[in-house]
């Protein structure tokens, strides 16, 4: 019998005790026997700084890394990364399998609850994936469910997943991504996103951690929730406060002066450099899959569709000319001192299929600019120069050299006379949501990866239906990505892994530039961060200690 969907309820706030956290650590514990304040972590606490930005803590709603980094800690997933592997296992389920080509079937462990009370059980598994898609928020990742069909609970702890292609093959990293927080039924809405304060009152969390005070953007602390049984197991430090900078080179000092225990995203790559000759601190570097990249507008660049003087041709012209006009090599050395290397694909080198077509299409042909090449494309599309190209950048989601970034870009698109860069500045709050309205021609972004696959550089980006509602739409390139997804013989599936990278570089709907690693700054007494900078590139407080 399916399980029945409780009602939605509304959670009184009263009986929720804010707990604000001392924002100095404090080293000390109870071990692992769970007699501190009734938690089943070590004890102690630590204070975290960050300059990523929360959009919402509604999963729904969100698909960026400063929010995606907070749900990592409240929110069960049904599968997840264990530490120091990429490869993902059942979180708090017990079993996650194919029990036919298009069903996959997860067992839960039996009697879990929500901070709140709550039974978390398929009703609520069935109802985030249901919300995703009835939701379909533009800033949020639910085109990450492209070939989830339905979900079916036949009773409380099984939820069989109906896919609409046979043998996917990430289906359940997805499942680890930010599409899978699992969401509690009776404090979220259906249809509409649930603002962070009703999930904060609601204490609708099951991951390691529970939020107990919440400032937006400025401090958010949390305590260890010990009725967690997934596979990470107890949170080693009981107390954790996350302060959020506007300003890295604040974050920069009080990391300096023991004010703070880590810092974490991002500093200035000249502040990294500093640290790493602090006796007082610990400069990690872990492998990273981040990229930057500039998105296209297809309706609103140079010759967009939407623009009086739309020209496919031309619009292609200009965004060929502006990938044989980036110059890689000199902004990882100038702006990013190596800590970022050139990027000359959309999926970036160490995983599996990544190639390097746009070294050899534009530019020179060995990876460095060339201004004739970039000219020559211009005139045989009959395109007038300087060509005016409005660019947009965030001066607060990327780290403190993001100006520094795209003023060498400017420079560097300029200088030959070919465009004319009105470059303008947006804070990442706002950015967000004009960035899938339409209100900017080029815009930048970045991309920490959901998982350590190269379809999750293809999928979000390159469907017809994708996260950058930047009007891009190639079938082949759309089929291809679904082959991909389902071909299970490993040959096969790099072969079309590469052809879509050749074909998207062709288009050029983004062109992407750098890759970078992570970077923690941690006290020379924490313990733990190793564990953090692991291939699942996701940050867990969790692992983290005093020694």
Not at 138 to 144: A, Q, T, V
Not at 224 to 242: H, I, N, S
Not at 296 to 308: K, L
Not at 410 to 437: I, M
Request: contains cysteine.
């Amino acid at each position: 019998m399916t399980a029945v969907s409780r009602k939605r309820l509304l959670v009184a706030a009263a009986g929720i005790t804010a707990v604000t956290l001392t924002l100095t650590a404090c080293g000390g514990g109870s071990g692992d026997d769970g007699e501190d304040g009734g938690s089943a972590s070590g004890g102690g606490s630590l204070t975290i700084g960050t300059t990523d930005k929360v959009t919402t803590l509604d999963p729904a709603g969100s698909y960026d890394n400063g929010s995606f980094a907070v749900m990592n800690q409240v929110f069960p997933f049904l599968m997840n990364t264990p530490y120091g592997s990429p490869d993902v296992e059942p979180d708090i389920a017990e079993a996650a399998e194919f029990t036919a080509p298009t069903e996959y079937t997860v067992k839960l462990k039996p009697g879990l609850k929500w901070a709140n009370g709550n039974d978390l059980t398929s009703s609520d598994v069935k109802f985030t994936f249901d919300r995703q898609i009835a939701i379909a928020d533009p800033n949020g990742p639910s085109s990450l469910l492209y070939n989830l069909d339905s979900v079916e609970t036949p009773d409380d702890t099984t939820v069989v997943f109906h896919l609409k292609s046979e043998n996917d093959q990430v289906f359940p990293q997805i499942l680890s991504s930010p599409v899978g927080p699992i969401v509690d039924e009776d404090v979220f809405a259906a249809d509409a996103l649930t603002s962070d304060q009703e999930i904060v009152d609601g204490n609708a969390f099951a991951g390691q951690y529970a939020i107990t005070n919440y400032d937006f953007n400025n401090l958010v602390t949390y305590e260890a929730y010990d009725g967690y049984e997934g596979l990470l197991g107890p949170a080693k430090t009981e107390k954790v406060a996350v302060k959020y900078y506007a300003d890295a080179s604040n974050m920069k000092l009080e990391i300096q002066q023991g004010d703070i225990d880590v810092a974490w995203r991002s500093l200035s790559a000249t502040d990294i450099e500093d640290l790493r000759g602090n006796d007082d601190v610990k400069v990690l570097d872990g492998p990273g899959g981040e990229i930057r990249y500039i998105t296209f507008n297809f309706d609103t660049q140079p010759f967009g569709a939407a623009t009086p003087e739309a020209d496919p041709a031309k619009a292609l012209a200009v965004r060929q000319a502006a990938a044989s006009l980036i110059d890689r090599e000199e902004l990882s050395e100038q702006v990013y001192k190596g800590t970022f290397t050139p990027l000359y694909s959309y999926v970036p080198a160490g995983l599996t299929g990544a190639i390097e077509p746009l070294k050899e299409m534009y530019g020179d042909g060995a990876g460095a600019p060339d201004a004739a090449a970039a000219e020559k494309l211009l005139t045989d599309a009959g395109v007038e120069t300087p060509v005016t190209l409005k660019l947009q950048y965030s001066n607060d989601h990327y780290g403190p050299s993001s100006a520094d970034e795209y003023a060498l870009i400017k420079d560097q698109l300029e200088k030959d006379g070919l465009f004319t860069v009105d470059l303008q500045t947006t804070e990442w709050v706002t950015y967000a949501e004009e960035r899938t309205a339409d209100v900017y021609p080029a815009y930048q972004l970045g991309w920490f990866p959901d998982y350590s696959d190269a379809d999750n550089y293809l999928t979000p980006f390159f469907l017809e239906e994708n996260f950058l509602v930047n009007h891009y739409a190639d079938q082949e390139v759309n089929d291809l990505i679904l082959e991909q997804a389902v071909t299970a013989d490993a040959d096969a599936r790099t072969a079309l892994i590469e052809e879509i990278q050749t074909k998207v570089a062709e288009d050029l709907s983004t062109l992407p530039y750098l890759q970078g690693a992570q970077v923690a700054v941690v006290g020379a007494d924490v313990e733990g961060a190793e564990d953090t900078l692991d291939p699942s590139f996701k940050f867990r407080y969790a692992a983290l200690s005093k020694g």
